[in-house]
């Protein structure tokens, strides 16, 4: 199993450029989580989906938007790109059962916005 | 809401020596708690969990960590840390039904030779 991957692992991108950041998972889960790390300030939650057609706001939603299509994939996509969404980005899966529901997290992809 | 706090931003240790990170949580009922291991570079790693029985929990990579209901706390502990344990660590809580858990900012760990 390839785990969760992403791509791109780094880009930079222009004020007011769009962009998708692929995430995608070979494990079956049903969740899927994207944050954002910024230095000192653990990770946020931008968005998450409980499975294929359902997507939910997190913490940091503004200026991004998901969807999910099909169980393995989960793209963010950033509109009209601002420097304050120079962030490395984490794509996250987890499953659920009664053990506890573990997150397994991609390598992520390091943005910067000038 | 849960919540939680990772007093320590950098803890800085000789190798070999023992190590404690801590982790404070707030929710009201029985958690479900994590510690992650983020390398330079890499995404975050499961080391250990919690969410029901034995309060000692035994993780990867010779980690263990004990679950505190009194004091709500889930601190991570080696006896011996190895110059490749230098990394962040995140501890996390959810809440039982929810799938969404809450991250702490993370304690940052320096090895010295």
């Given at each position: 199993?390839?785990?969760?991957?992403?791509?791109?692992?780094?880009?930079?991108l222009?004020?007011?450029q769009?962009m998708?950041?692929?995430?995608?998972?070979?494990?079956?889960?049903?969740?899927?989580?994207?944050?954002r790390?910024?230095?000192?300030?653990?990770l946020k939650l931008?968005?998450?989906?409980?499975?294929?057609?359902?997507?939910d706001?997190?913490?940091?939603?503004?200026?991004?938007?998901?969807?999910?299509?099909?169980?393995?994939?989960?793209?963010l996509?950033?509109?009209?790109?601002a420097?304050?969404?120079?962030?490395?980005?984490?794509?996250?899966s987890?499953?659920?059962d009664l053990?506890?529901?573990?997150?397994?997290f991609?390598?992520?992809?390091?943005?910067t916005v000038? | 809401a849960?919540?939680?706090?990772?007093?320590?931003?950098h803890?800085?240790v000789s190798e070999?020596?023992?190590?404690e990170?801590r982790?404070n949580?707030?929710?009201?009922a029985t958690?479900?708690l994590f510690?992650?291991?983020?390398?330079?570079?890499?995404g975050?790693?499961?080391?250990?969990?919690?969410?029901?029985?034995?309060?000692?929990?035994?993780?990867?990579?010779?980690?263990?960590?004990?679950?505190?209901?009194s004091?709500?706390?889930?601190?991570?502990?080696?006896?011996?840390v190895?110059?490749s344990?230098?990394?962040?660590?995140?501890?996390?809580?959810?809440?039982?039904?929810?799938?969404?858990?809450t991250?702490g900012r993370?304690?940052?760990?320096?090895?010295h030779?």
């Open positions: 199993n390839a785990g969760v991957t992403q791509t791109p692992k780094f880009r930079i222009k004020i007011g769009s998708t950041l692929q995430c995608a998972q070979d494990m079956n889960h049903n969740y899927m989580y994207w944050y790390q910024d230095p000192g300030m653990g931008i968005y998450y989906s409980v499975g294929a057609g359902i997507t706001k997190g913490e940091v939603p503004n200026g991004y938007n998901v969807s999910r299509s099909t169980t393995e994939d989960f793209p996509r950033l509109e009209l790109a420097p304050s969404q120079t962030s490395v980005y984490f794509c996250a987890s499953y659920s053990g506890g529901y573990e997150q397994y991609g390598p992520g992809t390091r943005l000038t | 849960q919540s939680v706090t990772q007093p320590d931003i803890i800085t070999g020596a023992s190590l990170l982790c949580y707030s929710y009201g958690p479900y510690w992650y291991v983020q390398s330079p570079g890499q975050l790693q499961l080391l250990l969990k919690y969410f029901s029985g034995d309060t000692l929990v035994q993780g990867i990579k010779g980690f263990e960590a004990e679950f505190k209901r004091q709500s706390s889930f601190n991570l502990r080696k006896p011996s190895h110059w344990d230098a990394a962040e660590y995140f501890c996390a809580v959810g809440a039982g039904g929810s799938y969404i858990p991250f993370g304690t940052s760990l320096i090895v030779p």
